[in-house]
Structures are given as structure tokens and as C-alpha cells.
């Protein structure tokens, strides 16, 4: 203390002779210091990261969950919200979500769902932004609670709001893991190959002169093969239609006859003659082709007619790249366009076919490219919850364009 040097504080203020320091009993009694000592703490934590004084407590438990279980093979990480409306300066507010107050949590979980590791979000990590390390975010945060898990040949899934061509790379090359996810198709790095903006798809519809319309056309979820029996026509004339929508635009096509049924030759002709000169506007390198599994769609000389034109870009029954049956709910066409179409048509109350026809292509030239885009995006939504509920249908579920 000072000039004078003692081995404990109580010394400073002994009544010992051969130790007493006057001194020091004159400017503070002994338990008077003490007790400032005890209760007295500077500290500047003008610096410190966000909950420090909680981080040894997510430690611990993190090391906890990871020392009592072993995880299964199968991982998924993903966010969760902590509902808490207090304050707290990392509190999120997310509107999307359900929970919209919270704190937001980092979770690596098995397939009992069982928590391996968490990181509880915090904000931006500065020291991470001081170094100059150019690494995503989202990207910083799977490697860091992968590092757990590393060189242990697991596999791991997420959604879009994590994946990315990078970070696969990455934690198959230094964390020696698989990765699974669904991908945002505007992705950087993403081939274009397997954009959903250039897969293009293609359906027949009929319309009747009178306004008939199916309104069942996009209900059916069958895992058998549903049968269906008519026993006598009542159906006035009809004019079938043909066409291809993608994100920048939808062809049409007609030709094929008024009350007609569409038959493999007729299907044929139409895509020799209509839609392959029409791709001679488009780069046929990079745009796949779906369709749905009719059977005039998946004839033998119709699939090889098909794969002259796209190679494996072919999504199809009997083609490179399957496609599910009797999964309408997974078809623009089918949930969007030919509704679409078929609620403004019958507006005026055509006549004649030819009227019909007119009508049909002023709606469909009047849709906008928006609206397309919306329609992609929504079908990439479906595709995640279908890929994400392994298939099964999409009971009470309202798409909205």
C-alpha cells in the first residue's frame, strides 16, 4: 500500500508493536476500509460483448448437452424465437413470425430433436466485422456451431435462410460433412442450370363454350390411382389449350383442335411445329422443361422427341428428372393459371368458340410479369414445404399470388 509494504491488509492497521503503523488507523478505521473495499468495483465494459456475463452459462450448458447425449447422424440447424417481451438491448422483433418478441437461439438438433449446441443471437459479432473477415452472417454461425460436430462424418440439414453453394463446399472440404437444404434460386454462386426462373412448365386445359369449369381440378391427393367414370357426355363444344409458363412469360397454343381430344401424335406435332421454333427466342442451354405425366406427355416417342430438345433439363414421368403423379398442387398451371384464366373469361359471355378463344389470350397476354415472378416464388415455397413434410400433402394451406 504505497511507499509501505505488508503482507495482508489487516497489517496496515495492526495493534501489534513490532508492525503497527499509525498512520493508517488515523485516516480510516480498519472495518470501515474493508467494507468500501468489498462493495467498491470499477470496471469500463464500454467494450464488452453483449451478455458476457451470461456467456459462461450457455458454455457450460452447451458442454453439458454435448458430454450427456451422443447425437444421431442426422443434424438440423436452424433458428428458434424465445418469447420475451421484457428489455434486453438483443431482443428481436420479427414480424413474420409467430412469435414476434424475442430472443432469437441458434440450434443444432438430432432427429428426436434433442439440442446438441445453441448460440443465442447477440447482434452483429464486431469483433468478427473488425477483423475484416468477409464471411456471411448466417455462414459465420453454422461453422462455428459445426465446429462441435467436426470430422464426425455427420449429416447436416437447413433451410434457404442458411444454405448456400459456399458453405456446402466449405463444411464438406473442412468439416468432413454432408449437407442438405433448399436453396433461394437467387443464391450467389448458384448454377443457372438449375435456376427455378428458367424451368419452364407446360399443361393442356379445356374450355367450354358455356362456362363449365372444374372447380375440383386442384383437390385431389391420391396414392393410388384415382378412377373416374363417365357414363354419357353432356359437355357442350370445347377449345383445348396448351401452354408453357415461366418466370418471363407464358406461350399459348390452340392448334389443337375444337372438341378434341389430345392424343401423343396430335401432342407431337404440337411441339415440333409450335413450341421448339418458339425456343429459337430463348437459350435453350440453360431451360428445363416439366410437365406432368398424362399419358400422351410421356409416350416413348414423346419423351425421346423431348430429350432431343433438352437433354436431362427434362422433369417428367419416365424422363431424366421424375416428377411426382397426381401432384397438381405442384404445378403452376394447375393452382394458378387455368383458375386464373377461367375466372375472367366467361366475363361477357362468349358465343362462339372463336370469341372464347379471343378472350382466353387478351387474359393470359394481360398477366404480369410480376404476377410470374410471384407464381415461381410461390412454387418454390410449396416445393420447400413439400420437401420439408417428406411428401405429404398440404392440407388447409392458402397460397396467395
Not at 366 to 382: A, F, G, H, Y
Request: proline fraction near 5%.
Amino acid at each position: 500500500m504505497g511507499l509501505v509494504d505488508k503482507d495482508n491488509i489487516k497489517e496496515y492497521r495492526s495493534t501489534d508493536p513490532m508492525l503497527e503503523t499509525p498512520f493508517f488507523k488515523k485516516i480510516m478505521p480498519r472495518d470501515r476500509f474493508l467494507n468500501l473495499l468489498r462493495y467498491l468495483h470499477f470496471e469500463n465494459n464500454d467494450h464488452a460483448p453483449d451478455a458476457w456475463k451470461l456467456r459462461n452459462v450457455f458454455n457450460s450448458l452447451n458442454n453439458s448437452f454435448q458430454e450427456i447425449c451422443d447425437p444421431t447422424e442426422e443434424l438440423a440447424i436452424d433458428e428458434v424465437i424465445v418469447a420475451f417481451k421484457g428489455r434486453i438491448i438483443f431482443k428481436q422483433y420479427i414480424p413474420k413470425k409467430r412469435k414476434r418478441f424475442g430472443i432469437k437461439v441458434y440450434k443444432i438438433v438430432d432427429k428426436k430433436g434433442y439440442t446438441f449446441n445453441r448460440k443465442v443471437y447477440l447482434g452483429a459479432d464486431r469483433e468478427r466485422l473488425k477483423s475484416g473477415i468477409k464471411v456471411k452472417p448466417t455462414h459465420a454461425t453454422i461453422l462455428e456451431l459445426a465446429e462441435s460436430i467436426k470430422n464426425k462424418g455427420h449429416k447436416l440439414f437447413m433451410d434457404n435462410f442458411f444454405s448456400s453453394p459456399e458453405l456446402f463446399q466449405q463444411l464438406h472440404k473442412e468439416y468432413k460433412m454432408n449437407s442438405c437444404g433448399t436453396m433461394r434460386s437467387n443464391r450467389k454462386h448458384l448454377s443457372k442450370r438449375i435456376s427455378f426462373s428458367n424451368n419452364e412448365k407446360s399443361d393442356e386445359a379445356h374450355f367450354w363454350l358455356n362456362g363449365y369449369v372444374n372447380k375440383q381440378n386442384c383437390r385431389i391427393w391420391s396414392e393410388a390411382n384415382p378412377q373416374v367414370y363417365v357414363e354419357t357426355p353432356l359437355h357442350p363444344e370445347k377449345l383445348t389449350v396448351w401452354c408453357a409458363l415461366w418466370a418471363g412469360g407464358i406461350l399459348l397454343q390452340n392448334d389443337e383442335g375444337h372438341n378434341v381430344t389430345v392424343n401423343g401424335d396430335r401432342y407431337r406435332a404440337m411441339i415440333t411445329n409450335f413450341f421448339i421454333p418458339e425456343l429459337n427466342n430463348h437459350d435453350v442451354q440453360e431451360l428445363w422443361f416439366q410437365q406432368d405425366g398424362t399419358t400422351c406427355h410421356t409416350a416413348r416417342a414423346t419423351i425421346d422427341l423431348l430429350k432431343d430438345t433438352f437433354g436431362d433439363r427434362l422433369i417428367s414421368r419416365f424422363g431424366p428428372v421424375n416428377w411426382p403423379p397426381r401432384s397438381c398442387d405442384l404445378t403452376p398451371l394447375d393452382y394458378f393459371l387455368w383458375g386464373y384464366v377461367k375466372s375472367l373469361i366467361y366475363a361477357d359471355k362468349p358465343q362462339t368458340l372463336d370469341h372464347l378463344e379471343e378472350n382466353i389470350r387478351r387474359v393470359i397476354a394481360d398477366i404480369r410479369p410480376q404476377m410470374l415472378e410471384k407464381v415461381i416464388e410461390n412454387w418454390t415455397s410449396r416445393l420447400d414445404y413439400t420437401w420439408a413434410s417428406r411428401g405429404s400433402p398440404m392440407p388447409e394451406i392458402i397460397f396467395k399470388m
